[in-house]
């Protein structure tokens, strides 16, 4: 795929403070440098998409800005500069993840899980999460259903909720997502995908990883295009939704179909 | 050939070792080098093998004490008496009696992964120590003396500086086979065990009798070791075969580097002389002795274990000149003349019924992974199994290789049902396999990779490995193995560490490997994630061709341009089941295709 | 044997089996949350009988200086930290906490007359004492390599058990000690005399492991504690970190040893190398619980105390012997119930 880069700075980005700012970052697995050189940008109130073929390094990325991975590179979060960015001290000043494996604590309850979720929280002496708890049981109707079960017994579906209800209980002010549509039947991520956009008009920022491009695109305000560790392509994601070289690549099938489907 | 001068070096050295040397340094050298000896099978074990033994002592003492007993009892039971005296035949049924005893425990013990393996070995080490000292035969805790020396073509080894030469002579030797073994079929198949034993199951691999084999030596060597230790000394008692001296021979292999057979000398050396002088030392140093020897010692090591975990013989080897760190190639040259090719299989008609799914489900507690799944792959035909990630693909993937079982429905691998069959045993019917997440072993050679493919296609076992007997059926696997790389194009390889390849390279030493097993059903996990363009020219061309000789191929793949212009037909899949199927054509404007692909937030 | 030497060895497997089953619990807890198999945890426990037995007896004990010690320690491999990471009041406050414990623990020790003072207050001091060193041993040995594999943690923790034997044989000397009994009365059921630290002993696990499971069941930390069991990635994304929880298991464990080790000093003697056949039986509780499960493993740990009891009256020569081949069945049904191959990564 031999895509130019879009030239696009960042003030095309729109307006609000940033609150995510990376710039030259590399991350690397033993010899092979998966993720070499990314800028992004994500301000508050956007929701910030990052689309690619698989093996791109969209995970990788989403890792090294929680400090899940070690990384060589300037990680800015809330207007603090992370040397080497941990995971503890970002989740305790509101970066969340919700992670391509969901990562549930599956031999415990569905309550337990969510209330770990607040653990930095509880840890601080914020007893707001019992007020988050109640936001949370009513946003997934289902998790207050089967409060008490394990969470090893859930599906996909329900799955996915409780891992987005359980980063939503550390009030992030970033909620990253790697692949929330992953294995989900279409009338749940069209519900899991209206959830983020009422979050954003809560004041969550978010930043998606998506393969269901067509939904990350319209969702999101602003959209980065990742090939081979690169940013190759970035820009508004309405002006990306019909660039022909991503309608191409990543709408893969969609390119020869277009009129079928809009038909 | 600069280290071969180094060896031979050493080996001059050690034969005038005793001749210049006070009696007190020779008999710490002759410690070293029983110490050395059980190290060595360490190494082979916990190094290679990945299983960690504390009771290694305990062999020690076996072999020990059955030629104590044999040799140094007045009165032996009648049943034994034909054995009496002789240490030569008592080594040779302690041999025996520690090979029964290992291969009990191992039976026990080697299924169990993780820490089960290790905190077995502390419980026998105990239980047997303890019998040492309680038996009443065995001369309870003041143990046995007056053993006879050994006596070599008519020498008696009665003085240390004689014990000595047989006992390096031996070390040396075991070192030797030792290597030989490594750089062999069955080597490969036992380096495999430390993380690639999925795939080398999958090879076709017995993963357990290969652990039962490295046990086995491991226990052989202490028990040899036990025998010289016992003639040497002439008398035997508990002490030295407790727990604790089984954690020093863990302690020596890692000192030494635990994956080097040359790290078991080191470790044994080092370990050995440290104690020597810490003894000598702590008590000139801070007064009081013995209080300081223990504690300075398990700081050291914690100190080794923190900056060096490989040990101190990687370290060596860093320091050493390039020339001496060149890695000796044991390999027999690939490819020489009058090297006889591998029996090929018979492969199956084109067209003939190779692969079939039948109601194939899979769940995982409340998921349905996959839900009656069917599908049929033929000979000379290749099948794309497709479908956005999470589909079930995966799953499904593991159904057809028999690494997982469905929970109902069944799998056919020409007409013959895999319920319950193993991957191993799969393998051996004629299917072949890459995986999605890359497994190889990332420091041996990109050709002993490949090779361990051919591994059903060898059948010279240990002991011919061990004194290099199977040289030309190695030859005839090593060239299979180059061919099948020269096939896939990594022909200018051959002798890097497979770590060192690109990702995408890598899938095609697994489809290499694959390729060495002469499979007639190729099983592809993405093989063309990670490729640039012209490498899946490459790789479809190669599968292309493959298909003309009769070769069936399933492959799982997210790439459209790479299915559709290769496959004959396409089985499509969502929420673990299939929702089409056809001609690449076909599924390219099937609605329900498009709208898996494209659906969600419209 | 009549009913009466019955009862007598039933009490004493009981009592052993009950501290067996704590030392099993601390070391499930330490492997699930760690991977380490806490090989130490024995030196624990006779750290802490003998500490006592040197407050009763009047002996000198060092053992103030090795807290000390291992806090300075701590100490600056933190300040190391904080430098390279960037500064931090929080963490800097709290390094100044700690060096206060151990200046407090010094003053104390040397202005206190140990022998004095009431039992209570001794085993307080006892635990105040040592169960830092739990703490600090993870932070300074194990936090370092947390991510090294299986077998370097292994080889780690049995070089740690080395040097605290030779800590123990500096410390404590080479003779034994046995501490004076918690109380003197016996209690008298019919013809059966109960011994009153059996009582006291079975007491204080019973209300230590049901606390234990309830501080695991109950409260956030101690399921953050198990959620780092179950899912070490999971539990660093929701910001709980792998050093917390390793020092808190630690910690845990540290007070679990040196309890046990208060509470069996009236009735054995211990030596400076008693610990490792302690916690070794321990192990054997752990290993029929299978590293996993708490209830099965507190079982296999009294059952442990009881057959070491009787194989006593029976076959005194052949005790541990019998004891340690014990698991051997246990292996086994693991063994056949193992049938797939595992792929460590």
Redesign the interface.
Known sequence: MNATATQSTAHHQGSGERLLNISDLHVSYGMVEAVTGVDLQVREGQIVTVIGPNGAGKTTLLSAIIGMLKSKGEVHFDGHFYKVPDVENLVGKGLGLVPEKRELFTSMSIEDNLLLGAFQRFRRGDRGYETTLAEVYSLFPRLWERRKQMSGTLSGGERQMLAIGRALMGKPRLLMLDEPSLGLAPLITREIFRIFADLRRQGVSILLVEQNARAALKVADYAYVLEGGKVAMQGKAADLANDPRVIEAYLGLASKHQELLSS | MKSRHVLTGFVVLLALAPLVLPTFQVTLLNYIGLYALVVLGLVLL?GVG?M?SFGQAAFVGLGSYTSAYLTATQQLPAWLEWAAGSPWLSLLIGILLTATVALLLG???L??????L???T???G??LY??FG?VKTLGGHSGISGLPPIELFGLELDKGEKMFYLIWAILLLAMLVTQNLLNSREGRAIRAL??????A?SMGVN?FRSKMVVFLISALFAAISGWLYAHNQRFVNPTPFG?SMG?DY??MA?IGG?ANVWGALLGAGILTMAKQWLQDLLPWLLGDA??????????L??LI??RT?GGLWPMLMKLAPAKLRQRKQLLPEAGAVGTPDLPRRDLPEKGELILQAKDVTRQF???VANKEMNLEVHAGEILALIG?????KSTMFNQLSAVDTPTSGEVLFRGQSLKGK??REVATLGMSRTFQHV?LLPTMTVLENVAIGAHLRGNKGVISSALHLERLEETSLLQEAKRQLERVGLGDYLYEEA??L??GQQRILEIARALCADPCLLLLD?PA??LRHKEKQALADLLSKLRSEGMAILLVE?D?DFVMGLVDRIVVME?GEKIAEGLPEEI??N?A???A?????? | MNLQIAILLGQDGITNGAIYALLALSIILVFTVTRILLIPLGEFVTFGALTMYAFQSGHETSIVWLLAAMIALDAALDLKQLFSNGMDARKAQWIGIKLGYAALMVTLMHTLSLQEIPMLAQALLTLMLLVPLGPVMYRVFFQPIASAQPLVLLIVSIALHVTMVGIGLLMFGPEGGRTAPFSDTALRLGSVMLKSQTLWVILVSVVLIVSLFLAFERTLYGKALRATAVNRMGARLMGISPDFAGKATFALAAFIGVASGILIAPITTLYYDSGFIISLKGFVGAIIGGLISYPLAAIGAVAVGLIEAFSMFWASNYKEIIVFTLIIPFLLWRSINSNHVEDEE
């Open positions: 916990t990945g960690t039976a026990l013990t299924r169990l992964s993780g820490h089960y290790p905190l077995g502390i419980a026998w105990i239980s303890y019998l309680t430390k993380g690639g034993q999925l795939m199951e993963t727990l954690i863990l302690f890692l635990v013995g209080k300081y020897e223990h504690i300075v010692f398990g700081l090591i914690i274990m923190h975990p507690g409340g998921l956005p990630n999470g589909a079930g193993s991957s497994k770590g060192s690109a990702l993405e994630a990670g997210h459209m929420f390219q404007t609605p295709v498009l709208e692909y494209l659906g969600g937030a419209d």
